[in-house]
């Protein structure tokens, strides 16, 4: 049975930083893509960035330059690296894994993101 935990979601400070961690277990998870998709309230999920078991990146337009996704296939983990953070970045933000070109099979429970003065 594959499980995605997330962690290291909190209330930040426009401008400040954060690390999301997500640990898989129950998969090979080397295979898989791996992504970081987020919900506002009142909002529909959406992509944040993704990560193919070959390393290839991409981003949403709204975080790109400010956000680094990155996986550790020897901890079974993936990362988050958000900077410069905004008041819109606001969401719960979920790990997902999944086929290449697919949306995600498996999703974490999710993790607040609060960025706020």
């Known amino acids: 049975q594959v499980q995605l935990v997330e962690s290291g979601g909190g209330l930040v400070q426009p401008g400040g930083s954060l690390r999301l961690s997500c640990a898989a277990s129950?998969?090979?998870?080397?295979?898989?893509?791996m992504g970081w998709y987020r919900q506002a309230p009142g909002k529909q999920r959406e992509l944040v960035a993704a990560?193919?078991?070959?390393?290839?990146?991409n981003y949403a337009d709204s975080v790109k330059g400010r956000f680094t996704i990155s996986r550790d296939n020897a901890k079974d983990s993936v990362y988050l690296q958000m900077n410069s953070l905004k008041p819109e970045d606001t969401a719960v933000y979920y790990c997902?894994?999944?086929?290449?070109?697919?949306?995600?099979?498996?999703w974490g429970q999710g993790t607040q993101v609060t960025v706020s003065s």
């Open positions: 990560i193919t078991s070959g390393g290839r990146t």
């Open positions: 129950g998969s090979i998870f080397s295979i898989y893509t």
């Open positions: 997902g894994q999944g086929q290449l070109g697919d949306p995600p099979r498996y």
